[in-house]
């Protein structure tokens, strides 16, 4: 039997051991954003009974020599739950439970690595405005090696862009079951998903996510991400966020975000949509560094000014604009109110930091 065709030994068939009894007992799954500020990790233990709230939740840690956040001699990294999800993989009371990270130093000190944590005490500041969230999250399907894309061609490329968009059809649509599992265990998971589409380069996809509170935007993608990788591994497929994973003529991946706060939808909030697009102008480059975990370095192969997108060197916006930094939907311009879209942060940025920056800039002025 050739090795690259082995899964896990059960061949795509469902474990029999996971239909045992686990009595009064709960699994916990610990996630937390690791070194790389892009990949989760995440590890089990058992809860002798199921919590009320996250408060009930015990603190953990982890080696986080092995996650790149800290060294072989002071290695343990504390981890506070912040938030509970229903895991859709074990089923019944078993959780999954999103994480901050602290220490090395103490519970008072957030690791430099914990984005969350600063993200959290801005969304607390700017808590009056209410801001609203909802993020279009961008992917791409490759092969278990992450080596080619998923169903492309062994040797050459698919047809050019074009019918593949909202497509149907096994000569247009990979991995559709991926994406049907993926909507279908986050609705389970209480993960705020609003909805999903096939994308514009073949067996990439995008789902969306919101609208979501001030903090709990950055809990709920990060959590829709390790359930998606989480489903991939069951069809040995790799998720791949890479905003440009295939160079040349075909279009990149984002992570298009979505503001509105308690102003902007009330009636004439059309004008604050424009105050908050004339505050994030000059700050231009402070967001695009903020747009991916390489400050910016990532989004440099995405955003060229191709693509529906706007050259990460220039900031512009417009109605309906899907080339521009900034767009407006149309019928937020006929309505008056709304909400506005940035279309810069890439496929693979931190929500809490993306969030965190839009905030500082349009509500707190920073």
């Given at each position: 039997?050739v090795?690259?065709n ?6 795509g068939?469902p474990n029999?051991?996971?239909?045992l009894d686990q009595g009064d007992?709960?699994?916990?799954y ?7 500020l892009?990949?989760?990790?995440g590890k089990?233990?058992?809860?002798d009974?199921v ?6 939740l ?10 790149n956040q800290s060294?072989?001699?002071n ?6 739950p ?8 074990r089923g ?5 439970v ?10 008072g ?10 993200c ?5 500041k700017?808590?009056d405005?209410v801001?609203?969230?909802?993020i279009e999250q961008?992917?791409t ?7 080619q ?10 047809g050019?862009?074009g ?10 649509v990979k991995?559709r079951?991926i994406?049907e599992?993926h909507?279908?265990a986050?609705m389970y998971?209480d993960?705020?998903?609003?909805g ?16 979501c ?15 998606l990788q989480?489903?991939?591994e069951e069809?040995?497929?790799v998720i791949s966020?890479?905003?440009?994973p295939?160079?040349?003529?075909w279009n990149g991946a ?6 509105s706060t308690?102003?902007m ?6 004008a604050?949509?424009?105050e ?7 700050r ?10 390489s400050?910016?370095?990532d989004?440099?192969?995405r ?12 900031f512009?916006?417009?109605v309906?604009?899907r080339?521009?930094?900034?767009r407006i939907?149309?019928?937020v ?5 709304g ?11 931190d929500?809490?930091v993306?969030?965190n920056?839009i905030?500082?800039?349009?509500c707190?002025d920073?």
């Open positions: 039997m090795f690259d082995l899964m896990d030994g059960l061949n068939r029999p051991f996971m239909k007992k709960v699994q916990a610990y996630i937390w954003v690791d070194g790389s892009e990949n989760i990790r089990t233990r058992t809860l009974s919590p009320d709230s996250v408060d009930d015990p603190w953990w840690n982890f080696d986080g020599s092995s996650t060294t072989g001699e290695s343990d990294v504390l981890i506070k912040v938030s509970i999800f229903r895991d859709p993989f019944g009371n078993n959780i999954i999103m994480c901050e990270t602290y220490g090395p130093e103490g519970e000190d957030p690791h430099p690595t914990n984005s969350r944590h600063e959290a005490e801005n969304m607390e700017a808590a405005l801001p609203w969230f909802g961008e992917y399907l490759f092969d278990s090696h992450n080596q894309v998923y169903c492309w061609p062994q040797h050459g490329f698919p050019p862009q019918p593949y968009y909202c497509g149907v059809g096994a000569d247009k991995g079951k994406v599992a909507y279908r986050c998971a993960i705020k998903i609003a999903s589409n096939a994308e514009v380069m073949p067996s990439q996809w995008e789902y969306q996510v919101g609208p509170l001030g903090i709990e935007m950055g809990d709920h993608l990060w959590v829709s991400r390790w359930i989480r489903i991939a069809f040995n497929v966020f890479d905003p440009k295939i160079p040349g003529d984002g992570c298009h975000t979505n503001i308690l102003p939808r009330e009636e004439g909030g059309l604050k949509i424009y908050a697009i004339e505050l994030m102008e000059p231009h480059e402070e967001h695009i560094c903020s747009y991916d975990p400050g910016g370095e989004n440099k192969r955003l060229t000014g191709l693509h529906e997108t706007a050259s990460i060197h220039k512009n916006y417009g309906a604009h080339g521009a930094s900034i939907p149309r019928q311009a006929a309505d008056g109110h909400y506005f879209e940035d279309r810069r942060p890439s496929s693979n940025a929500p809490y993306v969030t920056r905030v500082r800039t349009i707190l920073e």
